[in-house]
């Protein structure tokens, strides 16, 4: 009987399906990357796109990629449930932030606890917290002539991008590289790692 009920146990945690939110607010290349690579998989669901930006080319990527999407305010953020709610109302297992600016508030931390991963753009703790996103900090990376850079996988805590690595992966930074170069070469550490790291996690 015992036998029984540890493989009914395992059978139900094998195959229960995980569900994901992604968060961007801008062209959602990384959201698209990773429904895609999530595409054919029985067990992950990509099951809505959250943004805080009316206008931004990540709501054309969901609906082309019939994700459904939501568009909240900062007030509707900061001061309301009703982002919570919506993400609770999809079941979601884990919030990925790909490409989000906002930091998240302590009700959506509370709620997801553990179950909040974001990108950053760069070898953390170098080059992390505010205004440090997209190419200010390729910027910052080629004037202060760093021979590296790279990607962090991180849990998402109250400051920004101080939370637990998860994961990183570098690229070297060339003496003639541009800031366009480095985000190249980041970007596609980015589309190389986060799926897979996203995939371990759940």
């Given amino acids: 009987m015992a036998f029984i009920y540890l493989w009914a146990y395992y059978f139900n945690n094998k195959f229960t399906m995980k569900k994901i939110a992604l968060f961007a607010s801008g ?3 990384n959201v698209e990357n990773i429904a895609l690579y999530f595409k054919n998989n029985s067990n992950v669901e990509i099951a809505c796109v959250l943004t805080n930006n009316p206008n931004a080319f990540v709501l054309n990527r969901a609906e082309k990629l019939k994700l459904p999407s939501f568009v909240f305010s900062r007030s509707d953020f900061k001061e309301t449930s009703k982002v919570v709610d919506y993400l609770k109302e999809k079941q979601v297992d884990l919030i990925v932030l790909a490409g989000f600016l906002w930091l998240i508030p302590t009700n959506v931390l509370q709620e997801f606890s553990g179950r909040i991963i974001n990108i950053h753009p760069a070898l953390l703790p170098k080059y992390g917290g505010k205004g440090m996103y997209g190419m200010n900090v390729h910027k910052s990376v080629v004037e202060n002539q760093e021979t590296e850079s790279g990607i962090t996988i991180h849990m ?6 101080e939370g637990e690595i998860v994961f990183q992966a570098k690229c070297s930074v060339e003496p003639n590289d541009t800031a366009e170069d480095v985000a ?7 589309y190389e790692h986060f799926p897979k790291i996203i995939e371990q996690l759940l």
């Fill in 27 to 29: 062209s959602g290349t």
């Fill in 184 to 190: 190249n070469k980041v970007h596609k550490l980015e």
């Fill in 156 to 161: 998402v805590s109250e400051k920004y991008d």
